[in-house]
């Protein structure tokens, strides 16, 4: 598939960009990096040795405005305890550890909203004030990475009420589906979780799900499908399993969901890993994975960023052009010198995912 090239109507700075995943909570109560702060004072205050080695910081709330990223679907994510995680800090052991450890960063970005550069966002009419808005403001979309601090499938209203609107079963193997580098189907537990998520109203994230837990999702659940985090595998570096088979991404695209391209350069980039360096990688590595899906989809209509920047690793770990989050606008640059035209371009900075969210909130 092609795109026309056109002259752009406006630089790609200027569009409103939507990014589908950042880890933001966890962020602050893992490696104590506050979102209100900027990059630069984040980077200042680590030095060289960045929080638990994660890289140095990519994201914070200045940076996100100067950028024009008015929406983020900001995750809640906990870790189930193992032997190689002692020093991840808090882990749960239970399923109401689990819950109540996400309980907590629900309540972080409660207290974030008060400040009002930030809203979050559970309806279509919070995501239109925050767009019409005129002083910057970004938008949070809470999204739970991992189900296990769903306690029981009949608990999920409780956690619709309390803000959450996107669910993914999995991030490694949870008590509801196989995942990355645990393959397998949905539980028992998982199917029974599909149409309780249905009837709430929440959207479903396919990332991290193992390719059987995701089909099996897709027959029990009617609702929207996205894939927050997610890159092409015919292209994987690490983690293939990580990553959408190409039969995975026409299932997405034939639910009318949304894939949100990864910036990590292990994702982007066979044979890359961290000791290679940062010039290895560019944005038109992130381009050629966007061009696959839309290949694949014979649109432009189905891909996003969902960049997952600060979820363990950092600016050493993603393309050059790439200095903080205010440089997602880059990416127009790097789609613009693949020959996709100016609708395509402000659909895949934002507009997929603003018409995916309309669609799909209340």
Not at 290 to 316: K, N, P
Request: net charge negative; charged share 25%; proline share 6%.
């Amino acid at each position: 598939m092609t795109h026309p090239i056109s002259n752009l109507q406006a630089p790609t700075s200027n569009l409103p960009i939507v990014d589908a995943h950042l880890d933001i909570a966890w962020n602050k109560f893992a490696l104590n990096r506050d979102f209100l702060e900027s990059v630069a004072e984040k980077r200042a205050r680590e030095g060289a040795r960045p929080a638990h080695n994660e890289g140095s910081a990519l994201v914070g709330l200045p940076d996100l405005i100067a950028g024009n990223v008015r929406v983020v679907f900001a995750t809640t994510f906990v870790a189930q305890a193992r032997p190689d995680r002692k020093e991840w800090g808090r882990t749960y052991s239970t399923p109401q550890e689990a819950h109540d450890q996400a309980m907590e960063q629900i309540a972080y970005y409660a207290a974030l909203a008060m400040d009002p550069r930030v809203s979050l966002i559970t309806t279509r009419g919070d995501l239109d004030r925050v767009l019409e808005s005129p002083e910057p403001k970004v938008g949070l979309v809470i999204l739970m990475e991992g189900a296990d601090p769903i306690v029981e499938p009949a608990q999920t209203p409780e956690w619709f009420e309390a803000g959450v609107r996107i669910v993914g079963p999995a991030w490694s193997q949870t008590r509801y589906s196989g995942g990355t580098r645990a393959p397998g189907p949905l539980t028992d537990l998982g199917r029974a979780l599909m149409p309780h998520l249905e009837r709430a109203g929440m959207i479903l994230d396919a990332s991290h799900m193992a390719e059987q837990s995701f089909f099996d999702a897709l027959e029990s659940f009617g609702g929207a499908v996205i894939a927050s985090h997610s890159n092409c595998r015919v292209f994987a570096g690490a983690d293939p399993d990580r990553q959408l088979s190409d039969e995975m991404i026409r299932a997405i695209v034939e639910r009318d969901g949304v894939i949100g391209a990864v910036l990590y350069g292990g994702f982007l980039k066979a044979g890359w890993d961290k000791s290679a360096k940062k010039d290895a990688l560019t944005l038109a590595d992130a381009a050629q994975h966007i061009q696959h899906i839309c290949d694949l989809a014979g649109d432009a209509r189905h891909v996003g960023i969902g960049s997952d920047f600060d979820g363990g690793f950092g600016m050493e770990s993603v393309p050059r052009e790439i200095d903080t989050i205010a440089d997602l606008h880059r990416i127009g640059d790097a789609l613009a010198a693949a020959s996709f035209g100016d609708a395509d371009i402000a659909n895949i900075l934002g507009g997929n995912w603003f018409r995916l969210l309309r669609r799909a909130l209340p």
